[in-house]
Each structure stands twice: as C-alpha cells, then as structure tokens.
C-alpha cells in the first residue's frame, strides 16, 4: 500500500460550487498533513497545513485531518476560476527529511 | 528576494547526452531538494541536500547527481541521458527540514522541462 493515495481526478465544477479534495494515508503515526497548490507550468506552493485531528480553516479553505480512518481533506467554499490548479497532499516521513507527495487532484473551476 | 530560481525552463537532449539543471536560492536555507514530476504521478524526490557539502538519496536517484558547494546553489546532473528521465524537474529548499513527521515549508523552482528524445 502506498503511503499517500490521492485520486487525480481531474474534477470539473462550476463557479460558486463546494470542492472535496481528498487523501488516504497508510501510516497511523503520522501527524502533520500538508496541502500544496500548483498552477499550471508553476511550481508548487503551500497552501495549508493541519497537524493532528481537527479542522482548520482560512478564508474559503477548510483543511480537514480523520486520523480514525487515515484520510484528510481539502475543501474550498464558493469556488472560483482561479481556484483552478493541481492540488497536492504531503506528509513529512518519519525521519523528517522530506515531503510524501499524493498524485495530486487537477481541479477546473469554469465561470 | 528572487526564492529559488531553475535555469534552463526547457530543455531538449538527445539519448545518452549530459546536462546540468541549474537551481539557486536567495533566503539562505539550509535544505535543498530536487523533485521530479511526471505526468498523474506526483512529485518524487531524487536528492537533497542539508548543507554546502552533503547530499544524500532521495527516492529516485539513479541516472542523477548532486552536489552543493555553496548554501545557495544545488545543480543536478544528468549523465547518459535516457528517455525515461523526461519529466518536469523542480528545485525546492527550506529553512530547516523539521524533525520526525514534520517538514517545515518548502519553497518551489519554477520547474525545468526536459525532454529526451
């Protein structure tokens, strides 16, 4: 089983929709979760970070962590064209050298 | 502060040609990384760096090399180029890595393609 699973979509929604955004993570001690947005023929960038359970939120992004069930989450509240972009989980390793990246999610956001 | 800048954006090489993806950062991090993304697949990181002087293995390495001679810069050398190597390369560095199970943020390259025919 691979340590970060992430379904590539590509998810289409139209302006002002609700967003999921999700992965499932195969290592129960892992406690710092990751979101990274990548634009098109950009780098990636971080977008939000949750460590542990529980929600956090900012702005029109909701970043979720279900340490019962190994899954986190990415939701984006009235979404708009510019939320279009590849989204990325990541999870440090456990020697805390580097990144775990998912696939990530190719979202389009139409107008 | 330029952050972390890649040269060249796009490159095309022949089979079993060399070449050398440039990266440089301006904010005086500690650790460097090299990633490569191939289309559906994420990123995967090939080397990195904690220092002027050390490097170590990433998950994909083979085909590749690193060094680091200065806090600021990272090349990434590619001997025998080979058609499985084309992907996009992205350089990233951080102030310090974290400890175990955490990463401090890491800031990304614009990315260099590469193909090779």
């Known amino acids: 089983q691979k340590e970060v699973e992430q379904d590539p979509g590509p998810l289409s929604v139209p302006e002002g929709a609700i967003v999921s955004l999700n992965c499932t993570y195969s290592?129960?001690?892992?406690?710092?979760f990751m979101w990274y947005r990548q634009y098109s023929r950009k780098g990636p960038e971080l977008l939000m970070y949750t460590y542990s359970s529980g929600n956090k939120e900012d702005g029109r992004f909701t970043a979720q962590v279900d340490k019962s069930s190994k899954y986190i989450s990415l939701f984006i509240r009235d979404s708009q064209p510019s939320d279009s972009a590849t989204y990325l989980c990541?999870?440090?390793?456990?020697?805390?050298?580097?990144?775990?990246f998912g696939k990530g999610t190719t979202l389009s956001v139409s107008s | 502060n330029a952050g972390v800048t890649q040269t060249p954006k796009f490159r095309i090489l022949k089979i079993g040609q060399s070449m050398t993806l440039q990266c440089a950062q301006d904010m005086n991090h500690n650790y460097m990384y090299w990633y490569r993304q191939d289309p559906g697949m994420g990123l995967k990181l090939i080397y990195y760096?904690?220092?002027?002087?050390?490097?170590d293995k990433g998950e994909v390495p083979n085909g590749y090399n690193v060094s680091r001679s200065t806090t600021e810069d990272f090349p990434l050398r590619l001997e025998l180029a080979a058609p499985s190597q084309t992907s996009v390369y992205f350089c990233?560095?951080?102030?310090?890595?974290?400890?175990?199970?955490?990463?401090?943020?890491?800031?990304f390259g614009p990315g260099t393609r590469l193909l090779v025919l």
């Open positions: 990233a560095s951080s102030y310090w890595p974290g400890e175990a199970g955490y990463q401090e943020t890491q800031y």
């Open positions: 990541a999870i440090p390793n456990q020697a805390g050298t580097a990144l775990i």
């Open positions: 290592n129960s001690a892992f406690q710092y």
């Open positions: 760096s904690v220092g002027a002087g050390i490097t």
